[in-house]
């Protein structure tokens, strides 16, 4: 599937570096090439192209009123002629914005569960795809956030495009710092890094889930797409950093405020206030205390459209 312009830019952020004293690197997958960028779309390429290999002719996935997830998933599904279904929680009153404005504009079919629990999503796909079998559609259901075996491979095939790349620079980065909230992405990263034996860290900075619970999903996850990929090597405990929520989950963090205006001031890249942000943050902190050393490397994820949805998940 062609979803993503890859290779997506590697590229240095000088005056960020010189600010905080450690060679940090921008790899762009918000310049990605649909919509307006983002990691969902890797994982995509996959779970579209077997969606139409399965004869499906709709799509049914869910996640929160802002999901940078649904919005890509039913851009892409338009695009590939399935049509997509949308499961939100919480009653989605109030006037679109952001990625519902999106939605809305794409005439997308969404449905809210009517409760603020996330889990409430699960329900409601389930009971989307039966109501769209029983009128004889060929639904192809997707959890949220896209966090599969078969999704995380997206980022299998992005460690691979990043190895050619990180093979022109000098010296190779210490770490591969990254948001996480579903797992799908850090664990592509973590089996893609095993896969081609890569010198880096893979450092997952949960923005929604308690430490414990989002290595667990890591680690099953990454376990289950080596497994797909063929990737026989062992996988090392995954890295996952907790205390960089704020507010809650979807919600701007002081401190993540203040690691994406200094982004935005000293590269000109605007950074998603409820993934990039925080996770910023925390890769900022590592380097004012001194903690790290030796080239970084940031995964700039995408999320522009919550840049403009009034801070709500
Ligand atoms: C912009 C952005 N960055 C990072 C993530 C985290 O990715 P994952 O859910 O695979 O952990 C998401 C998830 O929705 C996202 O939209």
Same mark, same amino acid.
């Given at each position: 599937?062609?979803?993503?312009?890859?290779?997506?830019?590697?590229? #240095?952020?000088?005056?960020?570096?010189?600010?905080?004293?450690? /060679?940090?690197?921008?790899?762009?997958? !918000?310049?990605?090439?649909?919509?307006?960028?983002?990691?969902?779309?890797? &994982?995509?390429? =996959?779970?579209? +192209?077997? @969606?139409?290999?399965?004869?499906?002719?709709?799509?049914?996935?869910?996640?929160?009123?802002?999901?940078?997830?649904?919005?890509?998933?039913?851009?892409?599904?338009?695009?590939?002629?399935?049509?997509?279904?949308?499961?939100?929680?919480?009653?989605?009153?109030?006037?679109?914005?952001?990625?519902? *404005?999106?939605?809305?504009?794409?005439?997308?079919?969404?449905? =809210?569960? &009517?409760?603020?629990?996330?889990?409430?999503?699960?329900?409601?796909?389930?009971?989307?795809?039966?109501?769209?079998? @029983?009128?004889?559609? *060929?639904?192809?259901?997707?959890?949220?956030?896209?966090?599969?075996?078969?999704?995380?491979?997206?980022?299998?095939? +992005?460690?691979?495009?990043? @190895?050619?790349?990180?093979?022109?620079?000098?010296?190779? #980065?210490?770490?591969?710092?990254?948001?996480?909230?579903?797992?799908?992405?850090?664990?592509?990263?973590?089996?893609?890094?095993?896969?081609?034996?890569?010198?880096?860290?893979?450092?997952?900075?949960?923005?929604?889930? /308690?430490?414990?619970?989002?290595?667990?999903?890591?680690?099953?996850?990454?376990?289950?797409?080596?497994?797909?990929?063929?990737?026989?090597?062992?996988?090392?405990?995954?890295?996952?950093?907790?205390?960089?929520?704020?507010?809650?989950?979807?919600? /701007?963090?002081? +401190?993540?405020?203040?690691?994406?205006?200094?982004?935005?001031?000293?590269?000109?890249? %605007?950074? !998603?206030?409820? %993934?990039?942000?925080?996770?910023?943050?925390?890769?900022?902190?590592?380097? *004012?205390?001194?903690?790290?050393?030796?080239?970084?490397? %940031?995964?700039?994820?995408?999320?522009?459209?919550?840049? %403009?949805?009034?801070?709500?998940?």
């Amino acid at each position: 599937m062609d979803l993503i312009l890859a290779p997506t830019p590697l590229h #240095p952020a000088p005056r960020l570096s010189r600010e905080l004293g450690v /060679p940090l690197l921008l790899k762009r997958d !918000d310049l990605a090439g649909t919509g307006l960028g983002g990691n969902k779309l890797r &994982g995509l390429e =996959f779970l579209i +192209a077997d @969606a139409l290999a399965q004869g499906c002719d709709s799509l049914v996935t869910g996640a929160g009123p802002q999901s940078n997830w649904t919005m890509l998933a039913a851009l892409a599904c338009l695009r590939h002629g399935l049509e997509p279904h949308v499961v939100c929680y919480g009653s989605g009153g109030r006037e679109p914005q952001g990625n519902m *404005r999106l939605h809305r504009w794409l005439g997308v079919d969404v449905r =809210f569960t &009517g409760v603020a629990e996330r889990s409430s999503v699960d329900a409601g796909i389930e009971a989307v795809t039966a109501e769209l079998r @029983a009128a004889g559609r *060929r639904p192809y259901p997707v959890p949220r956030g896209g966090a599969t075996p078969l999704g995380a491979l997206g980022y299998v095939r +992005a460690s691979v495009e990043l @190895a050619a790349q990180l093979a022109q620079l000098d010296e190779p #980065p210490a770490g591969l710092w990254l948001a996480t909230g579903s797992c799908g992405t850090q664990a592509g990263l973590v089996a893609g890094a095993a896969l081609t034996a890569a010198a880096y860290q893979v450092v997952g900075v949960t923005v929604s889930r /308690p430490v414990a619970e989002c290595a667990d999903r890591v680690r099953e996850l990454a376990a289950a797409a080596a497994a797909l990929a063929g990737i026989g090597a062992d996988l090392p405990r995954p890295d996952v950093r907790g205390g960089w929520i704020g507010p809650g989950y979807g919600v /701007p963090s002081a +401190a993540g405020q203040a690691a994406a205006r200094l982004v935005a001031e000293t590269e000109g890249v %605007f950074l !998603d206030p409820v %993934f990039g942000a925080k996770a910023m943050a925390a890769l900022i902190a590592e380097c *004012r205390a001194g903690r790290v050393r030796g080239p970084h490397v %940031f995964l700039v994820s995408g999320g522009a459209p919550t840049l %403009f949805s009034g801070g709500n998940a």
